[in-house]
């Protein structure tokens, strides 16, 4: 199984604002600029309805099955980054992958695993390794 970015020319800093996936109409509204000539993060809405208020969301996103895969920007005292993310649409729950990263450049699953890039230029590749069960993936056959 691979599942890719919808639009290939998506990137961190541009990227498809409005999605129509089976049935969700996913938009990004709001969008800013994390720092000068950073990735662009902003409000997520689902279905005209705007999920998660206090959370920001990058680009781009990775859907598969009534699952969006999207990164998520946070901003502690000490701490500043993305963190991997797993929206179930169906009952709106996010779960949180471990690990806060300089930038989250999304671009495949692949062998239940997600693979992402951490800089830029696309030279620094990352596998976080997904639970299928509590995603509803599809279980490898063979």
């Given at each position: 199984?691979?599942?890719?970015?919808?639009?290939?020319?998506?990137?961190?800093?541009?990227?498809?604002?409005?999605?129509?996936q089976?049935?969700?109409?996913?938009?990004y509204?709001?969008?800013?600029?994390?720092?000068?000539?950073g990735p662009?993060?902003?409000?997520?809405?689902?279905?005209?309805?705007?999920?998660?208020?206090?959370?920001?969301?990058?680009g781009?996103?990775?859907?598969?099955?009534?699952?969006?895969?999207?990164?998520?920007?946070?901003?502690?005292?000490?701490?500043?980054?993305?963190?991997?993310?797993a929206?179930?649409?169906?009952?709106?729950?996010?779960?949180?992958?471990?690990?806060?990263?300089?930038?989250?450049y999304?671009?495949?699953?692949?062998?239940?695993?997600?693979?992402?890039?951490?800089?830029?230029?696309?030279?620094?590749?990352?596998?976080?390794?997904?639970?299928?069960?509590r995603?509803?993936?599809?279980?490898k056959?063979?």
């Amino acid at each position: 199984m691979s599942i890719g970015i919808i639009n290939k020319l998506d990137t961190p800093w541009i990227f498809t604002t409005h999605l129509q996936q089976d049935k969700w109409h996913i938009k990004y509204s709001e969008l800013t600029e994390i720092c000068q000539g950073g990735p662009l993060v902003g409000n997520l809405i689902v279905n005209e309805q705007k999920v998660f208020s206090d959370k920001s969301f990058g680009g781009p996103l990775l859907y598969f099955n009534n699952i969006v895969i999207i990164p998520m920007f946070i901003r502690k005292f000490c701490v500043t980054g993305f963190m991997l993310s797993a929206i179930e649409l169906s009952t709106m729950r996010l779960k949180l992958a471990k690990g806060i990263y300089d930038l989250i450049y999304l671009d495949s699953i692949e062998e239940n695993e997600i693979l992402f890039y951490q800089d830029k230029n696309r030279n620094k590749l990352s596998k976080l390794s997904i639970d299928n069960i509590r995603l509803n993936l599809p279980q490898k056959v063979g």
